[in-house]
């Protein structure tokens, strides 16, 4: 049997639930549950609950959620539909069409308000959910969409402090997923742990075995404002530019963000709307300068890159309309990729699970869709405003510490390294096995990488049609 230096695939098992008994465990636990994107807790006495969700939402789910809330002491839990708020029904997407999250960027033009993008439904959202709270002020926690908390917070105006925290139990296989149960203080623990090395960072270099490389130096105080805006409960940003963005800053916004001179390319097959044939995006000084393969997907980035050409974002250095502007790691560290909904999704971007799991990268190009005068430009200039993706699975993520030739591994091919660390694991233990805590449910298939095949055949030009057949054949995706 051939032995690969990456870990072989395995996905969870979970049962669909057939009463409400099946959800009320799992239900109880994530009301009280205060870190982390799905967060709700904790609820107290006296709360009125709102949750913004999908037309799929299951009822068992949904029912065991409502109790566990009053059980906490909440006197209302409403689940609401966008199209309530909307009027328009929620289409259904599959995974099958990655190409189309660069189609959803291009849509932002027609929508006519970029910063209110919702990532679960694709609709415009935001406005219509601003006026239902003006209404019905009597709402005091609201859950809504599938990432983008700061951005959720503004766009809510005076509300935005009722907003809590995302939605992702619309679907019962996502709701079920041991990471939104995951013990708050093994969690934190393992973010401190990366924060912690930021601020000695003198460069960072990202590789992986589909082909990203990835390099760029670092300042002495580019490197410490990096490591006080990284910092985002579940999700990390680690990257100086999106860290230091007005959306994610924590620094005062007057500071320009940090332009890192990053050179190198990024390689990948899949985003958060689903897969594609394999890309690389090669960057020059930060920016897009050239795309090769990708599909549809390839060819629409670079149609975009061609027609934006003399954008010019406010702060950003030189023309164009492609950064590297977003470079996110997740640290739920059972996440997984379900398949009960991959090809009939009412997710906007019904791929987006997989990059909650620690160790996946996400890394975005395009711009920061947060900062005020970027929405300005945007609207008087017509532009699409936002950033998408390419999901790295297997990424060795380093940083060089300042002052030495030692490089320190965050993440060591896909492995969140401060899983490994004894404080970490010492904590873990008092919550059970660390071992069996601190590893991952699910990993992804690559051939030739983690497991019997070649990358190059049968993966990279088609990588639904392998997944599929991994999928008919019963073997985990």
Not at 147 to 162: I, P
Not at 202 to 228: C, H, N
Request: aromatic letters at 12%.
């Amino acid at each position: 049997m051939t032995v690969y230096n990456y870990q072989y695939p395995r996905a969870p098992k979970y049962a669909k639930p057939t009463k409400i008994e099946d959800c009320l465990p799992q239900a109880r636990l994530m009301v009280k549950k205060e870190h982390g994107r799905t967060a709700m807790g904790p609820i107290t006495e006296g709360d009125r609950v709102l949750i913004v969700t999908l037309p799929d939402q299951d009822e068992l789910v949904a029912a065991a959620v409502a109790q566990a809330c009053e059980e906490a002491g909440a006197v209302e839990v409403r689940f609401i539909y966008p199209e309530e708020l909307t009027g328009k029904k929620v289409e259904t997407r599959s995974v099958e069409e990655g190409w189309k999250e660069a189609v959803m960027l291009q849509e932002g033009i027609a929508s006519g308000s970029p910063e209110t993008a919702d990532l679960a439904s694709g609709q415009n959202v935001a406005r219509y959910l601003y006026e239902f709270l003006d209404a019905h002020q009597e709402y005091t926690r609201v859950f809504w969409d599938l990432g983008a908390r700061g951005q959720k917070r503004s766009v809510l105006k005076e509300y935005g402090e009722k907003f809590k925290g995302n939605w992702l139990g619309n679907n019962w296989e996502e709701f079920s997923s041991r990471a939104w149960t995951y013990p708050d203080e093994v969690t934190v623990a393992i973010e401190e742990k990366i924060i912690a090395v930021l601020g000695e960072a003198s460069a960072v270099r990202i590789t992986d075995p589909e082909g990203t490389f990835l390099e760029y130096p670092l300042s002495a105080e580019e490197a410490k404002r990096w490591q006080m805006s990284a910092p985002c409960p579940g999700h990390l940003f680690l990257d100086p530019l999106q860290a230091t963005s007005e959306e994610c800053s924590r620094v005062p916004v007057a500071i320009p963000p940090v332009f890192r001179d990053l050179n190198g390319v990024l390689a990948g097959t899949s985003n958060h709307r689903g897969f594609f044939p394999r890309m690389e995006l090669v960057f020059e000084h930060g920016r897009l300068v050239e795309v090769r393969g990708g599909g549809k997907y390839g060819e629409i980035i670079e149609d975009m890159m061609e027609k934006y050409a003399d954008v010019h974002w406010p702060e950003y250095p030189e023309k164009g309309y492609f950064w590297y502007c977003d470079c996110a790691l997740c640290t739920m560290v059972k996440s997984f990729r379900r398949t009960s909904d991959l090809f009939d999704s009412h997710w906007g971007f019904p791929n987006l699970g997989e990059r909650n799991r620690a160790g996946v990268f996400h890394m975005g190009i395009g711009s920061r869709r947060g900062a005020s005068n970027h929405l300005a430009y945007a609207r008087d200039n017509g532009l699409p405003l936002g950033h998408i993706h390419v999901h790295n699975y297997f990424a060795t993520f380093e940083i060089e510490l300042r002052g030495t030739n030692s490089w320190y591994k965050i993440v060591d091919k896909g492995w969140l390294t401060a899983m490994s660390d004894p404080e970490v694991r010492a904590m873990a233990s008092r919550y059970g096995d660390p071992d069996e805590l601190l590893s991952y449910d699910w990993v992804p298939p690559l051939p030739g990488i983690n497991c019997d095949g070649d990358y190059w055949k049968d993966y990279a030009p088609d990588p639904m049609a392998y997944l599929n057949r991994r999928l008919q054949e019963g073997e985990p995706i």
